[in-house]
């Protein structure tokens, strides 16, 4: 619900425009590989999208493309997957995915219901092999793309890395309460309090920050 | 013998006094009444001729009550001019009487109390006035009844004229008494109104019986005139404590407060006198009088503000002279002192001279007056003496005055008092923490636990000297004992749980040599004061396992019997803190009162089998005990296990573990080789000291044992030495292990350093022939409680978790800072639960998916559905 609300402008094209054979489908059946007996995009192929769609692989653009077409793990998506996508996005070429990807994107600094959704949602693409954390690694090196120009996540970055000999995992409680942590705490800290409900690892965050 | 009333010179008497002292009065009075009736002024005679009857009179309801009344309608009209006739009454020696005139004569008898009356005058006032009020024909001031038919309107406005009469009557009279006592004072006052007060006791009833017949019509007249008295005499008593008691009764207690006032200065007083005067004030507290009201000066009731008031405050006023010296300099022991010989002396006066109702009153004022202002200087006091126990006696008056109510602020100031004194001596008297500093774990513990518990034991007896009769401040005392040992101070500046150095403290008491038989328990109890007060029960039992076990496996404790008696007082001054529940003391301390007992009945008993075995296997006198892990589980495991030890001893061991397993269905055997010992017997070819040819005795722990073995083996062939790589190597220790035991024998000279590596010191001296050197590093002690704190924390986290989810069970949605009070109550015996192990255990019950965090509020808990 989060995600077709941040769509509005791209929702706008109706359902009807969306036909068998357009040029994404086309796209999807030329890329496509077997997994499990399943149509799907390898890592690979969302690779050749991302150039088709002229977005740097360094950029929140792939991770918001992953995320719009329902994608299982990080590069992968299933065809049924890519086609509710597509389908709630209303587009059926490339020029039309860009555009929806790219209002996204600016949605986000509107809509923080709508970031919230895409920000819990990576977490489960950065999971290995299902695990219930994520390495402190992986936090490291996704945490600037998806959040530019956000302070605290900035600082926490650098607190991981200053602290890697000790923090290895973020669990999952740690990545959502950092997004609610970023949109509470004042800029010198000062209204952060160790009586507060915030996980533990945010009272050495901010011990370390304030040192 | 009393002459008879009868008696010729009493008749004589009372003529002659009736001649010349009332005789004048009565013709005013008769004066006043026919100016108010507007009849011609006369004597008594003239107004009984006009009034006279005729002969032929009938008879009354009584034999002295006449009225002129007409036979028959016709002689009324016969009559001159129907002039209504006067009601008149005849006494036994014939003379007459008019009614009003009668009645008046009864009720100045009764009021005014000037003249005496028979029963036979009251009883024939009492009859005329029951005759009066219904007959026909007759006049009543000024109103006549119908002769025939009985007008209930006229009964009802006749009646109504003798009410205003009386009353009228009643104030005129009341208000020549009381002008009457202006003149008066002092002493006299209070004699004159104390006679008045009894005349009026003696004639309340009187009047009461006197008019329950004119009481018929007193409805309506009480109705429209909004009275709320029953009858007319309640209305004469009101308006007789109106126009005297009321008004004379300031007067009155001015004049009383100066005869207290005289007495307060030792002058003799007739004391009977104030007595009588307070009672009667109380009894004379009309019905619709608010009550006493004593919570201070502005809330007093009226009743309060016009008696009792002026008293207290002659008494505080006393008071405050007699001590205002002592305050101003200062001198609070004797000021305090002071204060409470007072309040008692007030106290003895007051309930000579004022109703037991107004007592609470006076101690209340005096407590407020005087006590509150110095709560704060007896606070200090007290503590001093808590801390030196010298003046209890001095202090005692005071306090047993202060607990008489039990005010909040009380024991607060108390407690701050006690609380920051106790924490600015104990950090003068135990400066330095283990932590950072050279003192040691155990030195500090005997310091502190010597100061807390001396601390505890002073005060609590001062505290029982002073409030000995009021266990509330005992249990405060108590509280404020439970705030110091747990306060943040204590453990930021020790930087170590009260509750562990209790358990150190025990420790030394049970190694110490000093300790005997008589100073045991005594020792043992001052460690009990702190471990019952420490909310950190878990910690002292940890910690105190962990030395039991060291002292079990080191043969150090002085006594198995102490030990026993030690965990006996224990599990005893736990069980006494039981406050029942699921989560009680009584139950924890059980669980580690088992442990206990089994580390001691495992470590006093050998298998005597396996023993054999062993020796057999081993091939020399040693000795193995099995010790069960979940009893010893507060001893760190050994990570060591893989230790190359000579042959013989391996194979030993390793034939022993066999056999063990055998025996007891697959059971392991894991090795403590840290609390291993061997007595070992060594030459040195070129020692040239007197124990060379016999040898010196190493008592070595095993890792010493594995290295010594080493040196010993290769003696022949390695002339090179070992490098610190190749010790490793050979004896599989891990590096931390080695350098720590090579430290011990390189220091006791059995191994040297060289520049080629570690040699044996062949000509290795000492002048003891047996050499001890397995005792247990500092280091690796302190390795070994670090372990153990970590282990401590861990299960007061898993403790929690489980009461979080014990609580979102039931509760399902609840704020973190709910459920942090919910567990922090509800473990609060066991440990204290800080927020850091509070979130720990959330971290861990949100990861493990127990609960979640709203989508919405990142504060609030849930419990999955």
């Not at chain 1, 000999?165 to 740690?174: A, E, F, L």
């Not at chain 2, 004639?203 to 009480?222: A, G, M, N, P, R």
């Not at chain 2, 330095?432 to 003192?439: I, T």
């Not at chain 2, 030195?443 to 409030?467: P, R, V, W």
Request: hydrophobic content about 40%; proline content about 2%.
């Amino acid at each position: 619900m989060a995600k077709a609300s941040g769509q509005a402008t791209s929702k706008k094209t109706s359902k009807s425009k969306m036909v068998a054979g357009n040029e994404l489908q086309k796209w999807f059946n030329e890329n496509q590989e077997h997994k499990d007996g399943r149509a799907v995009i390898m890592p690979e192929g969302f690779e050749r999208l991302c150039e088709a769609l002229e977005f740097d692989m360094d950029g929140i653009e792939p991770m918001v493309l992953l995320w719009q077409l329902n994608g299982v793990e990080l590069g992968t998506v299933e065809l049924e997957g890519w086609e509710k996508g597509l389908d709630e996005m209303g587009v059926r070429d490339l020029s039309g995915l860009k555009m929806a990807i790219e209002n996204t994107v600016e949605a986000f600094k509107t809509n923080s219901e709508l970031f919230k959704t895409f920000y819990r949602k990576m977490f489960d693409y950065l999971r290995q092999d299902k695990q219930k954390s994520i390495t402190a690694e992986y936090a490291v090196a996704v945490l600037p793309v998806i959040t530019s120009n956000m302070w605290v996540f900035e600082k926490f970055v650098e607190f991981l890395k200053a602290n890697d000999d000790k923090i290895k995992t973020i669990s999952r409680d740690q990545w959502q309460s950092l997004l609610a942590l970023s949109r509470n705490l004042e800029p010198d800290m000062s209204n952060y309090s160790k009586d507060d409900a915030w996980p533990t690892m945010f009272d050495d965050f901010v011990d370390w920050a304030k040192a | 013998m009393g002459k008879s009333a009868r008696s010729k010179s009493k008749i004589r008497n009372r003529n002659v006094r009736r001649a010349t002292i009332f005789g004048p009065v009565e013709a005013e009075r008769i004066q006043r009444l026919a100016a108010k009736q507007q009849v011609k002024s006369g004597n008594i005679g003239e107004l009984m001729d006009t009034d006279e009857p005729a002969a032929s009179s009938v008879s009354a309801a009584t034999d002295d009550v006449e009225m002129s009344a007409p036979k028959a309608s016709k002689s009324v009209k016969k009559g001159s001019k129907n002039k209504p006739k006067r009601i008149v009454i005849r006494n036994k020696k014939g003379r007459i009487f008019e009614f009003l005139d009668a009645l008046e004569r009864v009720l100045d008898a009764l009021v005014v109390c000037r003249e005496s009356m028979t029963y036979d005058e009251y009883m024939t006032v009492y009859s005329a006035i029951h005759t009066c009020q219904e007959a026909p024909g007759y006049e009543v001031l000024g109103l006549v009844m119908d002769t025939e038919n009985r007008d209930i309107f006229k009964l009802v406005q006749r009646s109504r004229i003798l009410y205003d009469w009386l009353a009228s009557y009643i104030e005129r009279v009341l208000s020549d008494i009381y002008n009457e006592s202006a003149a008066i004072r002092g002493e006299n006052l209070l004699n004159y109104y104390i006679e008045q007060w009894a005349h009026f006791q003696r004639s309340c009833s009187l009047l009461s019986s006197l008019f329950t017949s004119v009481d018929k019509q007193w409805i309506e007249y009480k109705h429209d005139r909004n009275f709320n008295y029953e009858c007319i005499a309640d209305r004469m008593v009101q308006l007789w404590y109106d126009c005297f008691f009321k008004r004379i009764a300031s007067r009155l207690v001015s004049s009383a407060i100066a005869m207290v006032d005289s007495e307060r200065s030792s002058t003799a007083i007739n004391g009977l006198r104030v007595t009588k005067l307070y009672k009667s004030f109380m009894e004379l507290k009309p019905l619709n009088m608010p009550d006493i009201k004593v919570n201070y000066h502005e809330d007093f009731g009226v009743y309060i503000h016009y008696y009792e008031m002026p008293y207290i405050a002659a008494a505080i006023h006393y008071i405050d002279e007699k001590t205002y010296s002592l305050r101003a300099s200062n001198q609070m022991y004797k000021y305090i002192g002071m204060v409470h010989e007072l309040f008692l002396k007030e106290e003895e006066r007051a309930k000579q001279y004022l109703c037991s109702e107004s007592l609470i009153a006076l101690q209340v004022c005096l407590n407020n007056e005087f006590l509150i202002k110095c709560i704060k200087p007896t606070n200090e006091l007290a503590v001093q003496i808590a801390d030196t126990q010298c003046d209890v006696d001095k202090l005692q008056p005071s306090y047993s005055l202060l607990q008489q109510f039990e005010k909040h602020d009380v024991l607060e100031h108390l407690q701050n008092e006690f609380i920051s004194r106790a924490l600015r001596d104990i950090f003068q008297s135990c400066p330095y923490s283990p932590e950072n500093s050279s003192v040691s774990m155990s030195g500090f513990s005997l310091n502190a636990i010597t100061y807390l518990s001396d601390k505890y034991e002073l005060g609590k007896a001062a505290i029982g000297m002073l409030f000995k009769e009021n266990p509330t401040f005992e249990k405060a005392f108590d509280s404020m004992f439970k705030q110091l040992i747990n306060s943040e101070d204590i453990r930021c500046r020790f930087k170590v749980d009260p509750a562990r150095l209790a358990a150190e403290f025990c420790n030394l008491v049970l190694k110490s040599r000093s300790t005997t038989e008589g100073n045991f328990t005594h020792l043992l109890k001052k460690a009990m004061n702190v471990f019952q007060a420490s909310s950190s029960k878990t910690t002292f039992f940890s910690f105190y396992s962990l030395h039991l076990s060291r002292r079990l496996l080191n043969s150090t404790s002085i006594s198995m019997d102490f030990e026993k008696t030690a965990i006996s007082m224990i599990y005893e001054t736990a069980l006494s803190l039981d406050n029942g529940g699921d989560l009680s003391i009584g139950g924890l301390a059980a669980v580690y009162f088992g442990k206990y007992r089994q580390m001691v009945s495992e470590i006093s008993t050998r298998n005597e089998q396996l023993h054999d075995k062993f020796n057999e296997s081993i091939g020399y006198e040693a000795s193995v005990r099995v010790l069960s892990k979940e009893v010893w589980d507060f001893i760190k495991p050994d990570y060591d296990q893989n230790v190359v030890l000579p042959v013989q001893l391996s194979k030993a061991c390793d034939q022993l573990a066999k056999y063990y397993s055998e025996q007891y269905s697959n059971r392991i055997i894991r090795w403590q080789w840290l609390y291993t010992t061997a007595t070992v017997q060594v030459y040195f070819p070129n020692s040239k000291s007197r124990y060379a040819a016999a040898g010196y005795t190493f008592v070595l722990n095993a890792f010493q044992v594995a290295i010594l073995s080493l040196f010993i083996d290769s003696l022949v062939a390695s002339a090179v030495g070992y490098t610190l790589e190749q010790i490793c190597n050979e004896t599989n220790l891990s590096v931390e292990r080695i350098s720590m035991e090579l430290d011990t024998m390189i220091r006791a000279k059995i191994l040297i350093c060289t520049a080629t590596g570690i040699h044996l010191n062949q000509a290795f001296s000492s002048k003891h022939q047996r050499v001890d050197i397995s005792h247990t590093k500092a280091d690796v002690k302190r390795h070994e409680e670090k372990w153990l704190e970590y282990e401590v924390a861990k299960v007061h986290v898993e403790y929690i978790m489980a009461d979080v989810v014990y609580l979102m069970k039931s509760l399902k949605i609840i704020s973190h800072k709910e459920l942090f009070a919910h567990v922090a109550s509800r473990r609060g015996g066991y440990f204290m639960v800080t927020m850091h192990l509070f979130k720990v255990a959330i971290d861990k019950l949100i990861h493990k998916e127990y609960i979640c965090r709203s989508s919405d509020d990142y504060s609030i808990y849930e419990y999955p559905t």
